[in-house]
């Protein structure tokens, strides 16, 4: 096989991509949630034009499309690579200054725009397996953008690497670039018709090697309380505040378990994420995880019952319990598709990696999409310190992203008969 010796573009399309602001806004109604996020799509789009995906679209809802057609005459099932363009809202995206510490010797990153900010391995230790790679940080002002822009440009530059080899054979690759994925929104609005693919990857994991096919399972839940709010120089014996009924709700919550701060492994917790309101009505938004779904309804049932202790002191309030569903453990569909996390481990052998499965506390496109007819794990991008000022990546890591998707392309094809 006669191959084109590779020159990576992935690290230049990255560092392009993560000074465009993509931040996405959690209490926008509107999809995209911002429209800076299809500042990226329109580049993506000119950019897949240009290497000869003529079907390449941003469509109103600020999702990229686009097809890499087949040049073998096998019928291999479509797969889709995807990976979001949003960043989080947790940390600033605005005005992103990618630095590079090239042949990076083990130490601590220091940071000219804040003295007290330092990249260090004893804090982060995926860095002690980075001595001699080249590390990308931003300059301390900002977050990166590794999550999710390493993904995309590892996505651009396989499919680059794959136009520039016609001898590797491949089926149909779908290429799918999400928006909203931060706020828990990245696949409301996207056409799945147009995916037209049997499965997917997310490329949008961290720790190289690494496939991720458990999520946790996850609810929503919104408490709104009604108090009854008088003129406080008379309130005696006649105010219950919704406020305080609130807070005791969230006081109430146990100390030394089911919460995020108390919990690893494959331990569930029940989360306050907000809380807002007036004296009249108050609301208390939280978030349920665990890996088992059926897990879920029992510290539903659990919070319920706290929240119904707290009202008996307050008999003229009253309160309304919300769940919302908003994904589900995906190794739940991908246990009926072994195959496509067993290509995915030869894919990243084929690389030089030593390969690793496990789950994730958290959640991925790729939960929703596997529920949604698409079965879909994560595979590692390289991204690390996400939703930080401290975010990294290295870009030896994103080049071997780059090679587990083309191996992943090249696989499927050879196992289709």
């Known amino acids: 096989m006669q191959l084109v010796p590779k020159k990576y573009t992935v690290t230049d399309r990255f560092l392009n991509y993560v000074t465009i602001d993509t931040q996405s806004d959690p209490n926008s109604p509107t999809c995209p949630s911002t429209e800076k996020q299809k500042n990226l799509g329109r580049l993506l789009v000119q950019e897949l034009l240009e290497m000869g995906i003529s079907d390449a679209e941003l ?20 797969i889709c690579f995807c990976s979001h363009m949003d960043t989080s809202p947790d940390c600033s995206g605005e005005n992103v200054k990618p630095i590079i510490h090239k042949n990076y010797n083990g130490g601590s990153i220091l940071y000219a725009s804040d003295a007290n900010l330092s990249l260090h391995p004893d804090e982060h230790p995926a860095l002690k397996d980075q001595i001699g790679n080249d590390i990308i940080t931003s300059d301390g002002t900002t977050l990166l953008g590794a999550d999710n822009k390493a993904g995309v440009a590892e996505i651009m530059d396989a499919i680059y690497q794959l136009i520039q080899n016609p001898s590797i054979k491949h089926g149909d690759i779908k290429i799918l670039f999400t928006p909203d994925e931060e706020i828990g929104r990245g696949v409301e609005k996207v056409n799945l018709a147009k995916v037209n693919a049997k499965f997917a990857y997310t490329i949008d994991g961290e720790t190289l090697g690494h496939i991720e096919d458990e999520t946790f399972s996850a609810d929503a839940v919104n ?23 609130a807070a005791e709700i969230i006081a109430a919550l146990p100390k030394n378990n089911l919460s995020p701060e108390t919990t690893e492994g494959r331990e569930g917790f029940i989360h306050p994420t907000g809380i807002s309101g007036s004296i009249e009505k108050s609301t208390v938004q939280f978030i ?11 510290y539903e049932n659990e919070l319920k019952k706290l929240v119904e202790k707290v009202m008996l002191a307050y008999p003229n309030a009253s309160f309304e319990f919300e769940v919302v569903e908003q994904y589900r453990n995906m190794k739940e569909v991908l246990l009926a598709h072994p195959e496509i996390v067993a290509y995915a481990v030869k894919a990243i052998e084929r690389a030089g990696m030593k390969p690793f499965a496990g789950g994730i506390r958290g ?15 994560n595979i590692f991008a390289g991204e690390h310190a996400f939703h930080s000022r401290l975010e990294w990546v290295s870009i030896q890591d994103m080049q071997k992203a780059v090679d587990t998707i083309i191996n992943l392309a090249t696989i499927w094809e050879e196992k289709t008969l």
Do not use: W
Request: charged share 20%; proline share 6%.
């Open 223 to 245: 408490i709104t309380i009604h108090g009854v709010s008088t003129h406080p120089g008379f309130a005696k014996n006649k105010m219950e505040s919704a406020i305080k009924i």
């Open 363 to 377: 959640g991925t496109d790729g939960s929703r999409l596997s529920f949604m007819g698409l079965p879909c794990p």
């Open 59 to 78: 469509d109103e809802n600020g999702y990229v499309y686009g097809t890499l057609k087949s040049n073998t005459n096998k019928a291999v099932p479509n």
């Open 288 to 298: 349920i995880r665990d890996f088992d779904t059926k897990q879920l309804a029992v």
